[in-house]
């Protein structure tokens, strides 16, 4: 065969299936950003997360027709494994609870998402040199292979989990499994999200919020109880029962608390200087964030706190810089997909808890992230208190060392919240 390529047949052809499955990827970016919010949620509150994938949408389209078939077939990948991304949402919850709303447009654009990867392949199949030396046609396609995984782990993987992170939460309300008399309450957040938990009435005067907590803080709530604590138990912002938007990373959260000091200082049966809380992972982190800000939040118990973006994991980058791009475009991704900047570093603003106490909790055999709070600790100041768990998992503490976990935890909050007059 002369010539330097394969010829490329596909045209017209070519042309009209990447522009097909594009409109399908981007009817559902509409579809989920516009038409069908979340609940709570509006059109006004996508413009980041909508304009900006429908932009580059637009763009590819227009470019497709006048790049080399090499370029085109990159193009259908990263448009395909895009629509691949978007459209997760949708089987998850299909799986989950049954489709509903954008889930139809979102399994459409996954399946477009796959027809573009079957394009690309078969663009550079057909588009291979043929004519260059044995030895160059390898080590170009070798090299080809190195760059092109790269692109994938350090940029199209952490896009990819920023977008799960900003859609995919846990759907159902949880099961009460606490064996304690409990109101189900509505908490309304400052831009008119309902916030859905359980209140433990207390016997102290003093109330401690567990977050996230109806899911996996039902045993903390339960030896709180015991200690005569109020309880107020949450769901994260789409998460369960809850409105909003979902962020794995708890941006923004902090309002969401903000609100909940809110509902239990208008309980008669609550002093409103008695209001503690303990967070657990990036509960922890909230709650941190959240006291910085909020001098009505008494004292916080944070567990298996990490970071939140690249401002914290800077911290720790020196002994793992291999991941910085990859937190780097974590973080790019997740203020696109969530319409807002990544939150303060929180070595900047837990110093201004002070002198309210803090117990930071950690795990010794913990999820990456968790020795920041050695950090945490010595930013916070002389009223911070710090606990490697021994024999500990992520959030393990309470598993690894029961009858521990529960006096240090009782002991800081009878010290924080009962003791003297208030």
């Not at 949880?174 to 409990?182: I, K, R, S």
């Not at 810089?321 to 570093?345: C, H, K, Q, R, Y």
């Not at 913990?366 to 911070?384: D, M």
């Not at 024999?391 to 976990?405: R, T």
Request: glycine share 10%.
């Amino acid at each position: 065969m002369s010539g330097t390529t394969r010829p490329n047949s596909f045209g017209t052809a070519d042309l009209a299936a990447f522009l097909i499955a594009t409109g399908l990827i981007t009817l559902h970016v509409i579809d989920d950003n516009f038409l069908q919010p979340e609940p709570g949620m509006s059109a006004a509150d996508h413009p980041v997360s909508g304009l900006v994938p429908l932009a580059c949408l637009l763009i590819a389209a227009a470019a497709y027709p006048r790049l080399r078939p090499g370029l085109r077939a990159i193009l259908c990948t990263v448009v395909g494994l895009f629509g691949i991304t978007t459209g997760v949402e949708g089987w998850y919850y299909a799986i989950q609870v049954g489709p509903s709303r954008d889930d139809y447009t979102g399994i459409i654009a996954s399946l477009a998402g796959l027809a573009l990867l079957v394009i690309a392949g078969i663009t550079l199949w057909r588009s291979r040199r043929l004519d260059d030396p044995l030895w160059r046609r390898y080590l170009r396609r070798g090299l080809t292979t190195v760059i092109t995984l790269m692109v994938l782990l350090e940029v199209a993987y952490p896009l990819a989990v920023a977008y799960g992170g900003t859609h995919l939460a846990r759907p159902a309300p949880p099961v009460a499994e606490l064996g304690l008399p409990h109101e189900e309450v509505d908490i309304q957040t400052s831009d008119g999200v309902t916030i859905k938990g359980w209140y433990v009435p207390s016997q102290n005067r003093a109330a401690v919020i567990t977050y996230p907590g109806r899911h996996s803080a039902q045993r903390h709530a339960q030896f709180l109880a015991r200690h005569g604590y109020g309880v107020l138990l949450l769901d994260r912002r789409g998460q369960g029962g809850s409105e909003g938007d979902p962020n794995s990373y708890g941006w923004d959260e902090h309002h969401d608390v903000a609100a909940a000091i809110a509902f239990l200082r208008d309980r008669s049966e609550i002093d409103p200087d008695r209001i503690g809380g303990i967070g657990f992972s990036v509960g922890g982190e909230v709650l941190l964030e959240t006291a910085a800000w909020t001098p009505e939040l008494r004292a916080v118990v944070s567990e298996g706190a990490g970071f939140r973006s690249i401002r914290e994991f800077r911290h720790i980058a020196p002994s793992r810089w291999f991941i910085v791009p990859l937190v780097s475009f974590a973080t790019l991704g997740t203020a696109v997909f969530s319409n807002g900047l990544p939150p303060p570093d929180l070595t900047d603003i837990v110093g201004r808890i002070t002198p309210r106490p803090i117990l930071l909790i950690y795990a010794e055999n913990g999820v990456g992230g968790e020795e920041l709070n050695q950090v945490f600790h010595e930013a916070a100041g002389i009223t911070a208190d710090l606990w490697r768990v021994p024999g500990s998992s992520h959030l393990g503490g309470i598993d690894a060392q029961p009858e521990e976990y529960e006096r240090r935890v009782t002991d800081f909050f009878d010290r924080a919240l009962l003791a003297g007059p208030r």
